[in-house]
């Protein structure tokens, strides 16, 4: 059997991300092997440089290049109109259909009892603060439509029920049991647009 100890390690490094086995591994390498020295080059630094430089919004709790994301910034979002999100990625995934103009809230997670996670993990301190100070006229709950997702749907909703503001739920255009990561950007906007209240 032909080893390649460079070829091998690449193979083997890429194969540990998610969604691509080895043959997909292998096939990229082989990519990568026919890129001018220069692109490899960008390419390995935009790796070095994803974990090297990206922090968490100080607001949003997002990703972002500064301590305030380009979303928190933006004067022309809509701030009285919150989207609470799980994790980070989900900021992605919802801007990328491209129609929502509020802002964002990460929970940094969802409960999930059997793996040890109570709301007191969750960042839901910012939230209940932006509702109690008035600021917020609806908050949209985006959380996966899974178990775990309604389950802290629920908990949010019944958290700021006796305050003024509006509580909606996500259509469950997305599949249900599905993760956001995996519908489309039509699906995802259809989800928004189709948003129930809560109660
Ligand atoms: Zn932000």
Redesign the pocket.
């Known amino acids: 059997m032909l080893k390649v100890r460079s070829f091998d390690k690449c193979v083997f490094e890429l194969s540990k991300l998610p969604g691509i086995g080895k043959k997909t591994a292998q096939r990229l390498a082989m990519y990568i092997m026919k890129m001018s020295e220069s692109e490899v080059k960008e390419l390995s630094e935009s790796l070095v440089n994803l974990k090297k430089n990206i922090k968490y919004?100080r607001?949003?709790g997002?990703l972002?290049d500064s301590d305030?994301?380009s979303?928190?910034s933006d004067e022309s979002r809509d701030r009285e109109v919150v989207c609470v999100v799980e994790e980070p990625k989900d900021i992605f995934i919802i801007e990328a259909s491209g129609r929502f103009k509020g802002v964002?809230h990460v929970l940094g997670g969802k409960i999930a009892p059997l793996d040890g996670i109570g709301p007191d993990e969750l960042n839901l301190k910012r939230l209940v603060n932006l509702v109690a100070e008035g600021k917020v006229n609806e908050v949209i709950i985006a959380t996966n439509p899974d178990v775990e997702g309604e389950t802290t749907a629920t908990y949010i909703y019944k958290l700021l029920k006796d305050f003024d503001v509006k509580t909606t739920r996500i259509a469950s255009g997305v599949p249900t049991g599905g993760l956001l990561e995996f519908s489309d950007d039509l699906t995802i906007l259809k989800a928004i647009e189709n948003r129930r209240q809560m109660q």
């Open positions: 919004c607001e949003c997002g972002s305030i994301c979303i928190c964002y």
